[in-house]
């Protein structure tokens, strides 16, 4: 059987936001090395963000394998049914 790879994990998220940091530490806690995009400073990100959640203006923002998650409490929900697991391993 072949090895999966990991999922690609992205994260929008600014500084000094709980709810990014919560999001984070759940996904290293599963394994994950989430590319993190930090939209405090940038502009171009933020609207790149808002243009691939459809809208979304708050943080954190989370797409895995390109899919749009949505924010911490999304991502919590997830876990919370196994679903995450699932979405984490899956193949890019």
Same mark, same amino acid.
């Given at each position: $059987?072949?090895?999966?790879?990991?999922?690609?994990?992205?994260?929008?998220?600014?500084?000094?936001?709980?709810?990014? +940091? #919560?999001?984070? #530490?759940?996904?290293?806690?599963?394994?994950? &090395?989430?590319?993190?995009?930090?939209?405090?400073?940038?502009?171009?990100?933020?609207?790149? $963000?808002?243009? #691939?959640?459809?809208?979304?203006?708050?943080?954190?923002?989370?797409?895995?394998?390109? &899919?749009?998650?949505?924010?911490?409490?999304?991502?919590? +929900?997830?876990? #919370?049914?196994?679903?995450?697991?699932?979405?984490?391993? +899956?193949?890019?």
């Amino acid at each position: $059987m072949a090895e999966q790879s990991p999922a690609l994990v992205e994260v929008y998220s600014s500084p000094l936001c709980p709810y990014c +940091a #919560r999001a984070l #530490r759940l996904l290293k806690y599963k394994g994950a &090395a989430p590319k993190t995009i930090d939209v405090g400073f940038h502009p171009k990100r933020r609207t790149e $963000m808002e243009e #691939r959640s459809r809208g979304c203006h708050t943080v954190p923002q989370i797409f895995i394998n390109g &899919a749009h998650i949505g924010g911490s409490d999304d991502l919590a +929900a997830l876990d #919370r049914t196994g679903e995450l697991d699932d979405l984490l391993a +899956a193949v890019p």
